[in-house]
């Protein structure tokens, strides 16, 4: 049965289609949704990484950087490489060891880093974190002024997935990046396949007073891309 839902998935999404069990854009019916494909199959981040790639950054940092697939990429560029990662992941087990890529074994929320870099890179690695804010904070503290912070979760899915503590979309994305202090009006979104990506500058603001309630997004929504405000749709 699974291959067979398997097989028809692949047929619709020849058409246009995509049918997940996941909370998306598009229509639900009966646990399944229903939307207009914004991508078709393709590897985990590959749109971000070609995107930030065209941006010909000297230093990244690979936060959670798994199999350091991306990191691979980054290096064959001529960039200077830093990965940080627990080690411990089935993606981490399986990685191909690369004498001009640095790994740093450790917790990124505890690490101190000796430089800021020109791009810092997490893919796949917001949604494991206990606390989001914290993380991005640190994700932008570790980035150059004139640098980009390039960020990719997956779309939010139904069933529970090891590892996975959170779920978002576009617009949660963007309003936990500007709550962090940053204005993220010239940011780019993107969809992957099955994904979606954040690259923004770290240009920082200083926030209006916020009731953390109801009309918050009118104080801070000239500092949304992607036409996001209150009560809008958090997808693009």
Known sequence: MQKKNSWLREKLLDLGLEVTRSFDRGTSILGYNVAQAKHPVADRSAVALQKCLQLKPNSV???????????????????????????????????????????????????????????????????????????????????????????????????????HLSLWTPGFLAYNCVMCGVDLSDAQMVYGYREFSIIFKPKKVILPDLSYDSGDIHRIKHLFPMGFGEDTDAWF
Not at 72 to 80: I, L, N, Y
Not at 89 to 117: C, G, H, L
Not at 128 to 141: M, T
């Open 61 to 163: 940092l690979d936060v959670g950087s798994g199999g350091g697939e991306h990191a691979r990429e980054f290096s064959k560029s001529g960039a200077q490489v830093i990965c940080v990662d627990f080690g411990t992941s089935v993606y981490a087990q399986k990685a191909i060891p690369d004498t001009t890529i640095n790994v740093v074994y450790t917790d990124f929320t505890t690490w101190e880093p000796t430089q800021q870099f020109d791009l810092v890179w997490a893919s796949h690695v917001l949604e494991h974190q206990r606390n989001a804010g914290f993380f991005i904070e640190r994700l932008i503290a570790c980035c150059s002024p004139d640098g980009h912070v390039a960020i990719t979760v997956p779309n939010p899915h139904r069933n529970l997935w090891g590892g």
